[in-house]
């Protein structure tokens, strides 16, 4: 078995994957401010709650910076700790190894591979709260992009350059319109929206060049709802050398990340 968790700023998914990469169990609880009870809420999980405690290896998602070399969790996102060696503790816990990768990272190495033999390189964006990015290549996480953070991209709006997601996350959305994704039905509104996604989404596809764009996350998920109007609204940048790529839902967009973790973990500790 492999073992898969997905710390998120509001709770927190632990999954137990058999060899062939399906969830066998999986169990969600509320992520505590404090990480000291986050690891005492995740012990009693791991030992009480899961009917599996023999893990071959596992990996562990978290929003924001990650020093790989030494297992540390630097801080961001929406989770407020900060330089916590959280593959060493967890490994305390379970007596086997353990990985650290940003979330929006597995995520989209678990849909990308879902993908593979149909495009090769995927950008994954996920819009919820926030916005993050992931790339793959060839069903292998790109290394040179490992920490980037499409949020952050800088953007003009107005007279002045913001970042992508104070306009274009879900929050920026909320606190715009007054209204959820899921409840925005005005087609004008997603006009508007489209517009602020378009600006962000043209950097990144500039650079990156990808064959295929995965749209996850809770914003992500409503794509149908504004996948035509957000493709009218890319198209109007489209270039003989900057090619718009199709956009797709994410697949599996609740556990995606907990699948990256097993592909990461199996890809390391076969």
């Not at 718009?244 to 390391?268: D, H």
């Amino acid at each position: 078995m492999y073992l898969g968790i997905d710390i998120g700023g509001t709770k927190t998914l632990v999954a137990a994957l058999d060899q062939k990469g399906q969830i066998a169990a999986s169990l969600k609880f509320p992520t505590p401010a404090d990480y000291d009870d986050w690891l005492k809420e995740l012990k009693h999980v791991l030992k009480d709650e899961l009917p599996f405690d023999d893990f071959r290896a596992g990996a562990i998602a978290a929003p924001g910076r990650i020093d790989r070399e030494h297992g540390i969790f630097g801080g961001g996102g929406n989770l407020h700790w900060q330089n916590e060696h959280i593959p060493r503790d967890v490994e305390r816990l379970v007596n086997c190894p353990m990985l650290l990768e940003n979330d929006a990272n597995l995520a989209g190495l678990s849909e990308a591979i879902l993908l593979k033999g149909k495009y090769d390189k995927v950008m994954y964006v996920t819009i919820s709260t926030g916005i993050g990015t992931g790339f793959v290549s060839n069903g292998m996480l790109e290394p040179n992009l490992l920490d980037s953070e499409g949020g952050d991209v800088l953007v003009q709006w107005g007279d002045h350059p913001v970042k992508w997601e104070s306009i274009g996350s879900g929050k920026a959305i909320f606190e715009t319109y007054n209204q959820k994704a899921s409840d925005i039905e005005d087609p004008k509104i997603w006009a508007e929206i489209a517009k602020r996604w378009t600006v962000g989404f043209i950097d990144l596809i500039s650079i990156s060049q990808p064959d295929v764009i995965v749209l996850g996350g809770g914003v992500g998920h409503y794509l149908p709802k504004y996948h035509d109007i957000l493709v009218k609204e890319l198209k109007e940048y489209e270039t003989p050398v900057l090619k718009i790529p199709p956009i797709v839902e994410a697949q599996r967009p609740e556990e995606a990340v907990v699948y990256g973790c097993y592909e990461l973990a199996r890809s390391v500790y076969a």
